[in-house]
């Protein structure tokens, strides 16, 4: 971008600032600032916002190059700037200020007469024309009225606001990093819970497709029965894979003849193409992976008719 377009540019930005500033999105105490424009220095498309004018402080966002700012307040070093949405420290190398026109600017500014045509003036006696004129005098009236009171603000007010725009860019970044924390937390429990499922079925000699096979039988078998009916379930599944007369995996005495009903009704098909089991059936799974016992040794279970047994919920198991 070259001298003329930035200065425009500013001078632009510096409109959109003022008009923002009249609908309330910007402190007053910004108005009477001066424009600035990004300017990275290197190959970088974007610099760093901070909280405070040190480069150890938090960082509130980064800003594109070539963005115009208002400048609120300078030290040693560093720019404090204000954008659309952000109030923070740059270093001051990379703010390119406003300078004063260039002299044929105003060259070409008083030539313009001369290339007005004749047309022109017949098109601003049009009713569409002298209301967008009206408009046009009443908003630099309000804008200058407004600029003039934000210029009249105490020296007090204008650092309380700026204090206060401050603390809350502060409050900001540590609730970003709060919750960059938590999230962290959630990661690493999640991955020490990966862990331990990895380790269990490690032990059982199990994969993670046996995990989910066994989950959706449970959820077949005992979906609506108490948890500790699920582990039982689950249970004796484990129980026939340990015994000498019963298939030596989990897949393969769940799919043995005539075992478990849902293999031969459709339902164990249906529930595994949409994962029906729920998180209390992985748990079960995962506890009787594990090794867990509530009904010991047995191998059988059937609706409670009358069977000797011991009865959990509406199964009983023998």
């Known amino acids: 971008m070259n001298e003329k377009s930035k200065h425009l540019l500013c001078r632009a930005m510096g409109f959109a600032l003022v008009t923002a500033l009249m609908c309330g999105s910007i402190p007053a105490a910004a108005a009477a600032g001066d424009i600035g424009l990004i300017d990275t220095t290197d190959e970088a498309e974007f610099l760093n916002l901070y909280t405070q004018a ?8 980064q800003i594109p190059d070539e963005t115009p700012v208002l400048i609120l307040n300078r030290v040693e070093g560093w720019v404090q700037i ?13 703010l390119a200020e406003e300078e004063e026109p260039e002299p044929e600017t105003e ?43 934000a210029q009249e603000e105490t020296p007090a007010e204008q650092e309380t606001a700026l204090q ?27 991955q020490a819970a990966q862990a ?30 108490p948890y500790i009916g699920k582990v039982a379930v689950g249970n004796v599944v484990m129980n026939r894979v340990y015994s000498d007369r019963q298939p030596d995996t989990i897949s393969g005495v769940i799919y043995a003849r005539r075992q478990f009903s849902p293999v031969s009704n459709g339902t164990l098909a249906r529930a595994l193409e949409n994962n029906r089991a729920d998180a209390s059936c992985y748990q079960a799974a995962m506890e009787a992976l594990a090794g867990a016992k509530p009904i010991g040794d047995k191998l059988f279970f059937r609706r409670v008719n009358g069977r000797a047994g011991q009865v959990i919920g509406r199964h009983v198991f023998y």
């Open 82 to 94: 204000l954008t659309e949405n952000m109030t923070g420290w740059i270093l001051a190398d990379s």
């Open 164 to 190: 206060e725009a401050q603390a809350q860019a502060l409050q900001e970044a540590q609730a970003l990093q709060e919750a960059q924390a938590q999230a962290l937390q959630e990661a690493q429990a999640q």
């Open 54 to 61: 040190n480069e150890t402080s938090p960082i509130l966002g």
């Open 107 to 149: 060259t070409e500014t008083e030539t313009e007469p001369e290339t007005v045509t004749e047309p022109e003036p017949e098109t601003v006696t049009e009713p569409e024309t002298e209301e967008q004129t009206v408009k046009e005098e009443e908003q630099t009236t309000e804008t200058q009225a407004i600029s003039q009171t």
């Open 196 to 225: 331990q499922q990895d380790a269990i079925l490690a032990q059982a000699g199990a994969t993670r497709e046996d995990l989910y096979l066994l989950a959706n039988l449970i959820y077949c078998e005992a979906g609506c029965e």
